[in-house]
């Protein structure tokens, strides 16, 4: 009788210096509006306003720095705000990298096709490129599939 194997789990995440670096931009953005304010209360209330965005998308990072894990079952990747929604092998349709030239920089998308939705990291949700984690997922789901 084959005993069944085990794979431990793979995951990739935002780097933590990418939400630290929002917080302090929006404490930079804050500071910007209120010495350029010059009585104007509309340049500070701008500012207040990009910097909560900032905030809101660093809180996002640090509730949920996980966006994608894969295990031989299949992977789990982030939903809406902070959720997570599990695809196996089968639901997965797909596993490709978008490569486009932009701004003179080459930008690379990781797409997890799952049919009734696309779900789409870049290189700054994985904390690795995405053609090395399209690789891992590929060989990974090769592997579960023997």
Known sequence: ???????????WRVPIGLPVLKLAGGVLLVAAGLLLAAG?????????????????WA??????????????????????????????WAAIER???DARPRR???????????GDALYLFGRYDLGAGPAEVAD????VRDRSAE
């Not at 009788?1 to 995951?11: D, I, L, V």
């Not at 930008?107 to 799952?114: H, P």
């Open 95 to 97: 596993i490709t990298v």
């Open 136 to 139: 891992t997922l590929r060989a």
């Open 40 to 56: 104007d209360p509309v340049r500070p209330g701008l500012a207040v306003l990009v910097a909560a965005g900032l905030a809101g």
């Open 59 to 88: 809180v996002r990072d640090l509730v949920a720095p996980v966006r994608l894990a894969v295990d031989p079952g299949g992977v789990t990747v982030i939903r809406g705000f902070a959720g997570r929604r599990r695809l196996t």
């Open 104 to 114: 003179g920089l080459r930008t690379e998308i990781l797409e997890i096709d799952a």
């Open 1 to 11: 009788m084959n005993e069944p194997t085990t794979e431990p789990s793979t995951s």
